[in-house]
């Protein structure tokens, strides 16, 4: 059964760090576009980043870049979501996903991509206080 888990969200001030985790069990991520997301409460989901370990692709939206660093270890067949100086708008429900096609490298974050892939998980809150 292929699932995926996140953990690693708890309550953090403002320019504080919280490192999220998202253990994949059932198949291999090592080749596969895995992805980080973000909702908060009457807002759209936000895609936040991505990465492709197998060509070493990394992609982060606007409102993360420089803050966030995704990376991903595939030993252990789990993806991070390091983040540092968080704010008050980043607080949401974290979800990690995984895009079931067979893409490489930019393909990964190309188009409408935060709409075709896959959740798996329960998602980790993470909630930052002024």
């Known amino acids: 059964q292929v699932q995926l888990v996140e953990s690693g969200g708890g309550s953090v001030q403002t320019g504080g760090s919280l490192r999220l985790s998202c253990a994949a069990s059932?198949?291999?991520?090592?080749?596969?576009?895995m992805g980080w997301f973000r909702q908060a409460p009457g807002k759209r989901r936000e895609g936040v980043a991505v990465i492709y370990s197998a060509g070493g692709n990394t992609f982060y939206a606007d409102s993360v870049k420089g803050r966030f660093t995704v990376s991903q270890d595939n030993a252990k067949n789990t993806v991070y979501l390091q983040m540092n100086s968080l704010k008050p708008e980043d607080t949401a429900m974290y979800y990690c996903?995984?895009?079931?096609?067979?893409?490489?490298?930019?393909?990964?974050?190309?188009?409408?991509?935060?709409?075709?892939?896959?959740?798996r998980g329960q998602g980790t809150q993470v909630t930052v206080s002024p």
């Open positions: 996903a995984e895009e079931d096609r067979i893409l490489e490298g930019y393909d990964c974050y190309s188009g409408s991509w935060w709409s075709t892939y896959h959740f």
């Open positions: 059932g198949h291999n991520i090592s080749n596969v576009c």
